[in-house]
């Protein structure tokens, strides 16, 4: 039998790089900044499945040039203290690149992201609480793609507290859910489709705590990197004009 050769994967990694350049605690946790750290992670989980590259605010266009965006199946996204400062311009690009089957994976603070909220239509706010707390996601579609090899309940004994009430849409597929030591949840895993895009939200990732570092926590962004990537070439949704009533029937 013929072997099929598979495409990889086209991963772009970006991140705001804004904790990392100031504050040296965040360096200490990561120094190879956030986002090569979470790079490294989809790399040791997927291998020859993906080609990552990873972009960040400080470049030009923020490193999500039409080039680059021309050449992605899956963009992930980190942002926290600098969404004000990514461009509108640059923003609607990649709405433009989501719409037209693009995979997009919002990482924690970016549900604050100018992209996810004009994905969402809504605010995209929540309850939070700054603190070493325990987080433990449960898997609530234990047959979902992401969730697959992810353990029940995933334990990260240290990070921050987001909780309820998430103003965001009804996700179309619900994933994971997470609670909190002081008796909050949270709608940690939320699946999207936007157009011909598919859009994954995924909480966890404060940057004062080694979340990226944690196997379960790689293994559930390496899953949703699959699970986003598109199944089909890529085009914007066409606009039909209909020159007259009943042209189905012309011959």
Same mark, same amino acid.
């Given at each position: 039998?013929?072997?099929?050769?598979?495409?990889?994967?086209?991963?772009?990694? $970006?991140?705001?790089?804004? &904790? %990392?350049?100031?504050?040296?605690?965040?360096?200490?946790?990561?120094?190879?900044?956030? &986002?090569?750290?979470?790079?490294?992670?989809?790399?040791?989980?997927?291998?020859?499945?993906?080609?990552?590259?990873?972009? $960040?605010?400080?470049?030009?266009?923020?490193?999500?040039?039409?080039?680059?965006?021309? %050449?992605?199946?899956?963009?992930? $996204?980190? @942002?926290?203290?600098?969404?004000?400062?990514?461009?509108?311009?640059?923003?609607?690009?990649?709405?433009?690149?989501?719409?037209?089957?693009?995979?997009?994976?919002v990482l924690h603070s970016g549900?604050?992201?100018?992209?996810?909220?004009?994905?969402? @239509?809504?605010?995209? #706010?929540?309850?939070?609480? #700054?603190?070493?707390?325990?987080?433990?996601?449960w898997t609530v579609a234990p047959?979902?793609?992401?969730?697959?090899?992810?353990? &029940?309940?995933?334990?990260? %004994?240290?990070? %921050?507290?987001?909780?309820? &009430?998430?103003?965001?849409?009804?996700?179309?597929?619900?994933?994971?859910?997470?609670?909190?030591?002081?008796?909050?949840?949270?709608? #940690?895993?939320?699946?999207?489709?936007?157009?011909? @895009?598919?859009?994954?939200?995924?909480?966890?990732?404060?940057?004062?705590?080694?979340?990226?570092?944690?196997?379960?926590?790689?293994?559930?962004?390496?899953?949703?990197?699959? $699970?986003?990537?598109?199944?089909?070439?890529?085009?914007?949704?066409?606009?039909?004009?209909?020159?007259?009533?009943?042209?189905?029937? #012309?011959?």
């Amino acid at each position: 039998m013929e072997e099929i050769m598979q495409t990889p994967i086209r991963v772009t990694v $970006w991140g705001e790089n804004v &904790h %990392e350049d100031r504050e040296a605690s965040v360096r200490e946790i990561y120094p190879d900044t956030m &986002h090569e750290t979470i790079a490294a992670g989809i790399r040791e989980h997927l291998g020859e499945q993906t080609e990552v590259r990873t972009a $960040w605010l400080q470049q030009p266009e923020h490193g999500l040039t039409e080039e680059v965006l021309a %050449e992605t199946d899956v963009l992930t $996204w980190w @942002g926290h203290a600098a969404h004000d400062e990514v461009s509108d311009e640059v923003v609607a690009r990649v709405h433009q690149a989501v719409l037209s089957g693009m995979g997009l994976l919002v990482l924690h603070s970016g549900h604050f992201s100018k992209i996810f909220i004009r994905l969402m @239509g809504t605010t995209c #706010s929540l309850d939070w609480r #700054s603190a070493d707390d325990q987080e433990l996601i449960w898997t609530v579609a234990p047959g979902h793609p992401i969730a697959e090899g992810v353990p &029940h309940p995933l334990v990260i %004994e240290r990070e %921050e507290m987001y909780g309820e &009430h998430f103003d965001v849409p009804q996700p179309d597929e619900l994933v994971f859910i997470s609670s909190f030591g002081g008796g909050e949840v949270f709608r #940690s895993g939320c699946a999207y489709r936007r157009g011909r @895009g598919r859009v994954f939200y995924f909480r966890p990732g404060d940057q004062d705590f080694p979340t990226y570092h944690q196997p379960g926590v790689k293994r559930i962004i390496s899953n949703a990197v699959r $699970w986003l990537a598109p199944g089909e070439l890529r085009e914007a949704p066409n606009v039909h004009h209909r020159p007259m009533a009943g042209w189905f029937n #012309s011959p």
